[in-house]
Each structure stands twice: as structure tokens, then as C-alpha cells.
């Protein structure tokens, strides 16, 4: 079984950054993609970013160009760099890990809010 433990989030004032982290332990198999879903209140979960063990990322049309997904393949951690932060990312972010088998798996989920 797998755990995610996510850190990083908080309040941080529109126009700010934040570093989302995740950390992933107890895997038997590689993991493929590590990504990040955001869902916030009323609204359903949504990915955020995704990255392949290759390093392919996909994102979201919203967060182009400021948020930057990345991982450590050796220590099975991703992070989210996210700046230029908005109201409207304002959510709860879960990390999310695929391993080979296709089984999925997901963080606590950590609280982002953005002020205006």
C-alpha cells in the first residue's frame, strides 16, 4: 500500500508563491505519474499537473506558465511550484501517485488559499 504525505500549503496573498510537496512511501512497484488534483468548495476534483517517471508533465490550462511540476524519481517525491498564485486557485490539493499496475493512490490533501 502506498502513502502520500503532503506539505507545503497555507495562506499566501494573491500575486504570491507557494512550494507544494509530496512524498510517497511503501510502494512495491515503480510509480509512473505522481501528480497534483485540486478540488475546490462546490467544485469537482481536477488535475492540476502530472509527471511521467521520464519527466513528461501535462498541466492544466489554468496553471500554465505558473505552476511547475517536478519529482525526485530516487526518493519518490513531487513537488508543485506555484506562483503567481490567484483567488481562484484557492482549494484543497491532493497529491496523487499510478503505479505500474495501474492502481491509484492519494494524499490527505493539503489546504491552499489565496487572498485577494
Do not use: H
Not at 507545503?8 to 504570491?16: I, M, P
Not at 507544494?20 to 481536477?46: D, H, T
Not at 492540476?48 to 519529482?71: C, E, H, L, P, Q
Amino acid at each position: 500500500q502506498v502513502q502520500l504525505v503532503e506539505s507545503g500549503g497555507g495562506l499566501v496573498q494573491a500575486g504570491g508563491s507557494l512550494r507544494l510537496s509530496c512524498a510517497a512511501s511503501g510502494s512495491r512497484f515503480s510509480i509512473n505519474v505522481m501528480g497534483w488534483y485540486r478540488q475546490a468548495p462546490g467544485k469537482q476534483r481536477e488535475l492540476v499537473a502530472a509527471i511521467t517517471s521520464g519527466g513528461s508533465t501535462n498541466y492544466a490550462d489554468s496553471v500554465k506558465g505558473r505552476f511547475t511540476i517536478s519529482r525526485d524519481n530516487a526518493k519518490n517525491t513531487a513537488s508543485l511550484q506555484m506562483s503567481s498564485l490567484k483567488p481562484e486557485d484557492t482549494a484543497v490539493y491532493y497529491c496523487n501517485a499510478q503505479d505500474g499496475y495501474g492502481m491509484n493512490y492519494w494524499g490527505k490533501g493539503t489546504l491552499v488559499t489565496v487572498s485577494s
